[in-house]
Nanobody
Framework: QVQLVESGGGLVQAGGSLRLSCAAS????????MGWYRQAPGKQRELVAT???????NYADSVKGRFTISRDNAKNTVDLQMNSLNPEDTAVYYC??????????????????WGQGTQVTVSS
């Protein structure tokens, strides 16, 4: 299958910045969308931002103008630059990707993978 590993979470004061990174590995044939989601305590997981292979982006209204998503197709990585953070951004952030991969019999199959999550805490 395809594994996603995130890094870059942590504790920051309100108004500060953090950058999250996510790397995909495995027998990847292609990746369509990559994105970031977050889940705060007691709330459902929500979309933060997504980016297509061609670079088209989509952001949640709550992060527009503050967060920027980018990807490196050659390296199968996606980053999330988060600026002007506020306590409402506190959550576990998850990387997500979908595409196609080769299984052990070299069949081409679709995949949707999630990272393990990285904690982002913004103090007031």
């Amino acid at each position: 299958q395809v594994q996603l590993v995130e890094s870059g979470g942590g504790l920051v004061q309100a108004g500060g910045s953090l950058r999250l990174s996510c790397a995909a590995s495995g027998n990847i044939f292609s990746i369509n969308f990559m994105g970031w989601y977050r889940q705060a305590p007691g709330k459902q997981r929500e979309l933060v931002a997504t980016i297509s292979t061609g670079g088209s982006t989509n952001y949640a209204d709550s992060v527009k103008g503050r967060f920027t998503i980018s990807r490196d197709n050659a390296k199968n990585t996606v980053d999330l630059q988060m600026n002007s953070l506020n306590p409402e951004d506190t959550a576990v952030y998850y990387c997500n990707a979908d595409g196609r991969y080769y299984n052990s019999a070299y069949y081409l199959l679709p995949f949707t993978s999630w990272g393990q999550g990285t904690q982002v805490t913004v103090s007031s």
